[in-house]
């Protein structure tokens, strides 16, 4: 049963934009911090960007802060990822990953017992 699924995934050019959206069926959604991954060919699964239980704590790796900007909806079991000025090195499969249930973000996929199936982003040069 698949309980978290991706939207928004495309082919952009370096410097658009592209907003991903995970719909949750978790009935802990709104309890669950949440995360989006993503894993280029070659490379190990990373921690992208995070957002605490109620929305309010946000948190990014060095390389998209100021150009990605994630949130919660928790009304509508819904967290996007907003990414602007995309570079050719964005590009990868993104996932998105709910924590445990009152848990805080972290950084470790270990940390992560859900995970979507993921949305492929392609920036091209």
């Known amino acids: 049963q698949v309980m978290l699924t991706e939207f928004g995934g495309g082919s952009v050019e370096a410097g658009g934009s592209l907003r991903l959206s995970c719909v949750s069926s978790?009935?802990?959604?709104?309890?669950?911090?949440m995360a989006w991954f993503r894993q280029a060919p070659g490379k190990e699964r990373e921690f992208v960007a995070g957002?605490?239980?109620?929305?309010?704590?946000?948190f990014y790796r060095n390389s998209v802060e100021g150009r990605f900007t994630i949130s919660k909806d928790n009304a509508n079991n819904r967290v996007n990822l907003q990414m602007n000025d995309l570079k050719p090195e964005d590009t990868a499969i993104y996932y998105c990953?709910?924590?445990?249930?009152?848990?805080?973000?972290?950084?470790?996929?270990?940390?992560?017992?859900?995970w979507g199936q993921g949305t492929q982003v392609t920036v091209s040069s």
């Open positions: 957002v605490s239980w109620r929305g309010t704590g946000l």
């Open positions: 990953a709910a924590g445990r249930n009152y848990g805080a973000v972290l950084r470790e996929i270990k940390d992560y017992p859900t």
């Open positions: 978790l009935r802990t959604f709104a309890t669950d911090p």
